[in-house]
Nanobody
């Protein structure tokens, strides 16, 4: 059983910063890619950023420069530093982990953490 748990969501004023964390736990060989997605009300879930086990990153073009993803492989944890937040960043942020077992890989989602940007 693998669990993916996010934390760090909060209410923040425009221009503020937040750091989200996501940790995967359970029995597995390793975690391949870990990433962050978000879903605003009435919109589809979209990629925010992802990072491979080796450190390669992929960002949504519109978020480059404001958001930064990092991870600690030893802790099976990925972080999302969000700066200069805007009201349109308001969404539920979901963590995704591509987990490798001995004979397969499987994708897992966290339950989401709410980020609200408002004055």
């Amino acid at each position: 059983q693998v669990q993916v748990v996010e934390s760090g969501g909060d209410l923040v004023q425009p221009g503020g910063s937040l750091r989200l964390s996501c940790t995967a736990s359970g029995r597995f060989f390793r975690i391949n890619a870990m990433g962050w997605y978000r879903q605003a009300p009435g919109k589809q879930r979209e990629l925010v950023a992802s990072m491979t086990h080796g450190g390669s990153t992929n960002y949504a073009d519109s978020l480059k420069g404001r958001f930064a993803i990092s991870r600690d492989n030893a802790k099976n944890t990925v972080y999302l530093q969000m700066n200069s937040l805007k009201p349109e960043d308001t969404a539920v942020y979901y963590c995704n982990a591509d987990v490798a077992f001995y004979n397969k890989t499987q994708n897992y989602w966290g339950q989401g953490t709410q980020v609200t940007v408002s004055s």
